[in-house]
């Protein structure tokens, strides 16, 4: 499995239009096992985002769906920064699969 | 919902241990919507654990069940030590239901 946590930064005002947009667009991507999408409590514009993908090239392919394209470039102007990306390699645990 | 996304560190050889330790606790624990143990691929001694919980009464919880406080009990010996823990506000997204 491919796992990613990030941090993004909505402009100020904007988190929640982008806390929308980010949940609609997670549906029907191939091969994505988990997909949480969580405000920061503590900075009132982070989003944290943490995902489990069956492949690294499930997630390299979920980038090219029209629905996630067309998502990435509504979000865009929404998006101030993006604080830490991290990769991980989901082992199991509650919600997806064992390896 | 509350979420947690930790890191920590095992003491050196003994990550694969640990990752078993934790993957062995984490079932039947009421209120537990998702909890991701990973791998971290840029550090051998390194786990990543992303949780998402109903509520943070429920984790709290979680934390008093015979077999969460055994699992601690046998994962102790193993940790050098706990690099981040961040609470999150889950809204939604893939494996876990939307607020």
């Known amino acids: 499995m491919f796992g990613l946590i990030g941090k993004m930064r909505a402009h100020p005002g904007k988190r929640e239009e982008l806390l929308a947009l980010l949940l609609?667009?997670?549906?029907g991507m191939p091969g994505c096992l988990s997909?949480?999408?969580?405000k920061d409590p503590a900075d009132r514009d982070a989003i944290w985002i943490t995902e489990v993908w069956n492949?690294?090239?499930?997630?390299?392919?979920?980038?090219?769906?029209?629905?996630?394209r067309s998502a990435i470039a509504a979000a865009m102007p929404l998006i101030a920064g993006f604080d830490s990306s991290i990769e991980t390699e989901p082992v199991?645990?509650?919600?997806i699969p064992s390896a």
């Open 55 to 68: 492949s690294r090239e499930n997630h390299k392919a979920s980038l090219q769906l029209p629905a996630v």
């Open 24 to 27: 609609d667009s997670t549906t």
């Open 92 to 95: 199991g645990g509650v919600g």
């Open 35 to 38: 997909y949480v999408v969580a």
